[in-house]
């Protein structure tokens, strides 16, 4: 269907479960959007490893 989908971890559970009828005895783990994308995503330049990673 093409829909694209982004992880979003814990909001405030209290509204969720307020907003969408969630039982108390069921855990809400993370939010998951669903839906299609307006751009292209840019993926950002790689650093060099020395720029990011020391041995001492």
């Known amino acids: 269907m093409g829909f694209d ?5 814990m909001r ?9 009828d969630i039982p108390e005895d069921e855990t809400i783990m993370a939010v998951i ?16 490893l020395e720029d990011v990673l020391k041995f001492f």
């Open 33 to 48: 959007a669903l839906g299609y994308r307006k751009d292209e995503p840019v993926q950002p330049r790689h650093r060099q």
């Open 5 to 9: 989908t982004l992880i979003m971890g």
């Open 12 to 20: 405030d559970s209290d509204k969720l479960r307020q907003l969408f």
